[in-house]
């Protein structure tokens, strides 16, 4: 089962009678964790993540942003249009291409904005010029 079911270890054991057991990797994650930062406003949240976007995307990295609404993942795929940061968007509205969606999200340079349960146990592809 996919990892992220490890978060919902309770539900899984008071609905369905089961138990979660987490299973090590194949390979070290290789993922990266960021300070967080604090952002006073929301309109400033939302400056920050896309500057950070604008940053990685200009190191030609792949980028999965994910949202915990799709009405999240508008605002930012508005905010990313705005900047000229060219992006694919993955939630409920786009359901007929998760699958193309997922498969491109790690080609170089990709942008990816997903809310969080979409695309959830489907493997992402790193390309291997990444």
């Known amino acids: 089962m996919t ?3 490890s978060s919902a270890t309770r539900e899984f054991r008071s609905v369905y009678g089961t138990r979660v057991k987490v299973l090590p990797t194949n390979k070290p994650i290789q993922q990266f ?4 930062q604090v ?15 604008r940053e990685i995307h ?9 949202t ?3 009405a999240k993942s508008e605002v930012l795929s508005k905010l990313l249009t ?5 992006h694919c968007v993955l ?6 291409r998760e699958a ?17 349960m979409a695309g959830r146990g489907t493997d992402i592809q790193i390309t291997d010029e990444v």
């Open 58 to 66: 200009e190191q030609r990295r792949p980028i999965l942003v994910g």
């Open 100 to 116: 193309e969606i997922v498969s491109m999200a790690g080609v170089m340079a990709n942008v990816t904005v997903a809310t969080n």
């Open 33 to 36: 964790e960021y300070l967080i």
């Open 39 to 53: 952002a006073p406003t929301e309109e400033a949240k939302w400056e920050l993540v896309v500057q950070q976007i």
């Open 3 to 5: 990892g992220t079911a």
């Open 82 to 86: 705005d900047s000229g940061i060219a």
């Open 68 to 70: 915990r609404s799709i």
């Open 91 to 96: 939630n409920a509205n786009h359901i007929e």
